[in-house]
């Protein structure tokens, strides 16, 4: 949307309806959800198999041998992922496809927008970020308070994951200086 705020404002100084704007924007979505659908539930039928596997064998290794069934993916669990993967699709782009339909058409076809206004990064989940992720070395370290627990373990990847997840939008805005240019030259507007 941001990306196109000029296209929807000749579309809507040509007679674009906001309805006409918000289906565009949610019809490209349910396109590409059906994509990533497509790929998505044979994909994660695969990594279901392998991570079953795995768990298993991690299972039998520690605790008390197990004998896991193959993932039978039926009819109805291909159906739900299908559901699920559209609904979803159309579902995020709803707030996206509203912002754009109330673009005031010669608001959009100005060309000087504000840059810093989308995207800036937030300093306090930065900083929360780096201290879970500094905080996450020490915990394996904590000794289990039940015998065969590691609740140390567990609490070093809970801050890995959220301190990574805090610290991503610093990582991909780097990253975003390195691929910008190779992306638009292979694949256009980013």
Request: hydrophobic share 50%.
């Amino acid at each position: 949307v941001i990306q196109r705020r000029r296209e929807i404002g000749i579309l809507r100084a040509l007679g674009g309806t906001r309805l006409r704007i918000r289906v565009m924007f949610t019809l490209e979505a349910l396109v590409m959800g059906m994509c990533g659908t497509a790929i998505g539930v044979p994909f994660g039928t695969l990594v279901a198999k392998a991570a079953i596997r795995g768990v298993a064998e991690t299972v039998s290794a520690l605790y008390i041998q197990v004998n896991p069934k193959d993932v039978h993916v039926g009819a109805l669990e291909v159906g739900l992922g299908i559901a699920l993967g559209l609904i979803g699709s159309a579902f995020a782009a709803l707030r996206p496809a509203v912002h754009a339909s109330r673009v005031p058409p010669v608001e959009a076809l100005r060309r000087n927008l504000d840059a810093g206004a989308v995207g800036s990064l937030q300093l306090a989940p930065l900083i929360t970020g780096f201290v879970l992720l500094a905080l996450a070395y020490p915990c394996p370290f904590i000794p289990p308070p039940v015998e065969n627990v590691a609740a140390g373990g567990y609490l070093a990847i809970f801050c890995v994951v959220m301190g990574t997840s805090l610290v991503s939008p610093l990582v991909l805005r780097s990253l975003q200086r390195v691929f910008q240019k190779p992306g638009e030259w292979v694949l256009g507007i980013s």
